[in-house]
């Protein structure tokens, strides 16, 4: 035979072989990246968002989850939203408050409890009605397209039965769902909001089907009562959100464990999705009495079919921990984004097709942490509260 036509054709195989390769990668190899916040009580930063659209613009942010305790007044702005006032500064940039500062040490000593609860009462400003349209937390999240958040204690315990159902109503509206699967009607015996989404992702010529859980600890309430005459409140441990009387022992919370194990076998049967990521408002262990509902290193360890969880409720900082799970022996990722809008996970999730099946490979995470305004580094006595206002207005 010519050598030239058996070069020719070698080349020409090892250019197939090679194409097949990449092929081959293209279609059995993919990778989705989640972002994950949690406990940022109402503190979006204009840092946070411009992360999450710069990932996005880059590829990324295939997800944007919260695991709970999203919802308060960490921000001056969100401040004004719940009470449609603004506090106003004298010329030295201190709160002006009611009565006179008879001593000149800038308290005013006479006629400034107005409203009888025996503290002094800042002289405000009225700039609309408390809760008038969207609030800024949510205008937020809906411009950096979360797709779900979880519900946490701080949702129940911050709202009244209208508030709270507010609350749900207008995420929805912003296209955000609301999770938490082990809360139920007791009534009805049926989940008060999502327990999970499936979205499908596409990664290149590949589809990844994503479902996230959403759970939050059934010790939500604060176990403390006061009482008449007592200078502080007794600890009853009662955590339970029949507790909470202003939802008139509507709903419930069921055991976080049992309720990870019945909602992911729900999802393996009913959804098939290729990964399963948990949004859990729960720290990784109990510290009894005072925590009891931190249970994510139990659930990591002994629920199957979960590749990564997104811790929440103990303010802390976790940039990636792995645990074994003791059914399928694989590691399960666990990350915590900080507390406040500090910080913001970045988890890749690596997946292989293997007999037509996604399996996800490999997983890691990093708490990106945002350089914002921290009220509690502020030398008060140097800095006059209405610069750290504004400072504080918006993160």
Do not use: C
């Not at 949690?38 to 590829?59: L, P, Q």
């Not at 929440?312 to 694989?330: A, L, R, V, Y």
């Amino acid at each position: 035979m010519n050598k030239k036509y058996v070069a020719i054709g070698l080349v020409a195989a090892l250019l197939a072989g090679a194409g097949g390769s990449v092929f081959y990668k293209k279609t059995h190899e993919a990778s989705i990246n989640v972002l994950a916040t949690t406990d940022i009580h109402g503190a979006t930063s204009r840092a946070m968002i411009k992360y999450v659209e710069d990932k996005r613009k880059n590829g990324g942010a295939d997800l944007v989850v919260d695991s709970g305790d999203f919802w308060g007044s960490e921000t001056y702005e969100m401040q004004e939203w719940f009470d449609g006032t603004r506090p106003t500064f004298d010329e030295n940039g201190r709160v002006r408050f009611y009565g006179k500062d008879l001593d000149g040490d800038g308290f005013n000593e006479t006629d400034s409890d107005i409203d009888g609860d025996g503290a002094p009462d800042m002289i405000v400003e009225k700039i609309g009605e408390p809760r008038e349209g969207q609030a800024p937390l949510i205008r937020d999240l809906e411009r950096m397209k979360f797709d779900s958040v979880t519900l946490g204690n701080h949702e129940f315990v911050e709202n009244s039965q209208e508030e709270f159902d507010y609350l749900v109503n207008e995420l929805n509206k912003a296209n955000i769902s609301v999770l938490s699967a082990n809360l139920y009607n007791n009534k009805t015996n049926k989940n008060v909001v999502k327990p999970y989404i499936v979205k499908e992702i596409k990664e290149g010529p590949n589809t990844i089907k994503a479902a996230v859980l959403g759970l939050t600890l059934p010790e939500v309430a604060e176990p403390y009562k006061w009482e008449e005459g007592k200078e502080r409140p007794t600890y009853t441990g009662d955590y339970s959100l029949a507790s909470l009387e202003q939802y008139n022992n509507q709903y419930r919370l069921d055991d976080l464990v049992k309720e990870a194990n019945k909602w992911t076998k729900y999802i393996k049967e009913n959804e098939n999705p290729d990964v399963v990521i948990l949004t859990v408002h729960s720290g990784e262990e109990p510290k009894k009495p005072r925590h009891p509902g931190n249970r994510v290193k139990e659930i990591a360890r002994t629920v199957e079919g979960i590749d990564a969880i997104v811790a929440g409720h103990t303010h802390i900082t976790i940039q990636q921990h792995k645990f074994k799970n003791e059914k399928t022996g694989k590691d399960v990722l666990v990350t915590q984004p900080s507390a406040r809008g500090g910080g913001i996970s970045d988890i890749d999730l690596n997946l292989k097709k293997k007999d037509g099946k996604w399996t996800v490979v490999s997983a890691k995470s990093k708490v990106h942490e945002f350089d914002i305004f921290d009220g509690s580094k502020v030398d008060y006595e140097k800095t006059p509260m209405s610069e750290v206002y504004k400072k504080g207005y918006r993160l």
